[in-house]
């Protein structure tokens, strides 16, 4: 009978080992390198490891975040995630890219995962950011100073560049002619026709629409996709409420709204705005989800601050219709420009590569 219990006692114990064991979270991080120069970025690897089924939350961090004084974060890869033990369990995997631009040692905070809504925390991490120490005073030390050296005037070197030059001159002329004559050639029949103004809010939907159709956001074009998408908005806030948004900086649209939208709304266009200027101006990554959250906000700002206005009548719109033989010349005329103007991109490309070949 005791060894009966004994039995069953080692039987219980294997099975909750066994229990705690696939239920056993691990996270780790580390460094890609311990050491960096000022200005490069550093990679730190956060691994999970859980049970396959185990709801996990990886940390998220907003671009240019400090996660300590000094040290910003740039941006995260996608999770890659791995299932083991037969699917049993799972492992995910995912880089972040941190940059400072202060000499000194980090030590970087703890992970917080989250599996199943419970905190796990990863070990800390040291990051030393070293810098180059440059003698100012000696600088004759490291390179001497040399005398500039101009080469001799060579006119037969340059002979094929100056005749090409002459060419793209007369191709510009040309093009100016042609165009000159386009815009003198005058209509012989003039008609009538009416035109329904469009909403502003309606246009800005309408663009916001094709942006979807062709899933610009989808691509790893995020330049062209915010591009488009800012520019909509400002010729939306343009009509809608009457200064030239075109012009103006992210900064001076949003000081310009503050007195007509409320706090809300301006964060979610302070947001878009942002987003839009680092993807165009320093070359920021961007996520899927980060892409439809400001697309998503772009069209919330629109509905919430859209003014339904009453049907106007429709503005003449003045059309006009042509004889046959002046739609030909028109045709020749523009066949003529696009003709003369890939001459002349030509030749400027050609000369640009001769002048710089020469100068080298």
């Known amino acids: 009978m005791n060894r009966l219990k004994i039995s069953v006692i080692l039987i219980l114990s294997c099975l909750m080992y066994a229990l705690n064991a696939g239920a056993q979270v691990t996270v780790d991080a580390k460094l890609d390198s311990a050491s960096i120069f000022i200005g490069q970025r550093i990679g730190v690897t956060l691994d999970v490891s859980a049970d396959a089924k185990s709801n996990v939350e990886l940390p998220e961090m907003d671009s240019l975040q400090q996660i300590v004084p000094g040290l910003e974060f740039v941006r995260a890869e996608k999770a890659d995630t791995n299932y083991i033990n037969e699917g049993a369990r799972k492992t995910l995997s995912r880089r972040y890219y941190f940059t400072s631009f202060d000499s000194t040692l980090y030590l970087i905070p703890e992970f917080d995962v989250k599996v199943d809504g419970q905190s796990h925390l990863s070990k800390k991490l040291a990051l030393k950011v070293l810098t180059l120490d440059i003698d100012t005073l000696h600088a004759d030390s490291i390179c001497g100073i040399k005398a500039e050296l101009a080469p001799p005037f060579d006119w037969a070197e340059w002979r094929l560049v100056i005749i090409f030059i002459v060419i793209a001159v007369l191709v510009a002329g040309l093009m100016a002619y042609v165009i000159y004559r386009l815009k003198t050639n005058k ?3 003039r008609r009538i026709r009416r035109k329904k103004k469009v909403a502003p809010h309606k246009a800005a939907m309408e663009k916001i629409e094709v942006i979807k159709e062709e899933k610009i956001w989808q691509s790893e074009d995020s330049k062209e996709y915010y591009t488009q998408l800012t520019d909509t908005l400002r010729q939306y806030i343009k009509e809608r409420y009457g200064f030239n948004a075109l012009e103006m900086t992210s900064y001076e649209i949003i000081q310009k709204l503050q007195d007509v939208n409320d706090e809300e709304a301006i964060n979610e266009l302070r947001e878009l705005f942002q987003t839009a200027d680092l993807v165009k101006f320093a070359k920021y990554s ?5 892409n439809d959250r400001n697309l998503v906000n772009a069209i919330e700002y629109i509905n919430q601050t859209k003014l339904e206005e009453p049907e106007e009548k429709p503005q003449p ?13 028109k045709y020749v005329l523009i066949g003529s ?3 003369s103007a890939l001459v002349f991109l030509g ?5 640009g590569y001769r002048i710089y070949m020469l100068t080298l």
Do not use: C, D, F
Not at 286 to 290: D, K, R
Not at 317 to 329: D, G, H, L, M, T
């Open 337 to 339: 420009i696009v003709v």
């Open 286 to 290: 961007t996520l899927i989800n980060e």
């Open 317 to 329: 719109e003045v059309v006009v219709v042509e004889e046959k033989r002046s739609k030909i010349a």
């Open 347 to 351: 030749v400027l490309g050609y000369v």
């Open 187 to 189: 209509p012989i029949i």
